[in-house]
């Protein structure tokens, strides 16, 4: 009976490959964690809000616009006013329509204060239907 004793020659071979496993377990787990905490970081306020059947408002014909410019220029439609008669342009724009929306347009480096102002003197003359005019830029430009 022969005895065969382990030499240097039978080492065990070096393996050259990586070992994916412990790595697509830890992806795995990543994932859940994700999974489980994207629905928790995001806020959200539930309305259940009622079904309206109204139709869409028209839009008026002749609307009056607010502009302010940079500058500190102050238009009711195409009049230039100043602020203290701001109330009297606009009543006499609207024919004294208390009802009727303004259209307020403002360029870009208007402060928010100058805004304020002709809000509140549109607001203190009883006009309180105001709606803010912005620009819409054209698709893909940068604006």
Known sequence: MALKLASDSEDLAVAHEINVT???DVMLVLLIIFMV?????????KVDLPVSNAQPAPKPEA????????GGAILVNEERVKLPQLAAAIEQATAGD???RVY?????AITYDEIMQAMNALRS???????????????????
């Open 22 to 24: 412990p790595f697509i």
């Open 37 to 45: 905490a994207a629905p928790l970081a995001t806020v959200d306020v």
């Open 63 to 70: 609307p009056v616009y607010l502009s302010l410019q940079n």
């Open 98 to 100: 208390r009802e009727e």
């Open 104 to 108: 307020l347009r403002a360029d870009k």
């Open 125 to 143: 003359a009883g006009y309180v239907h105001v709606a803010l005019v912005g620009f819409e830029a054209a698709e893909g430009s940068g604006r």
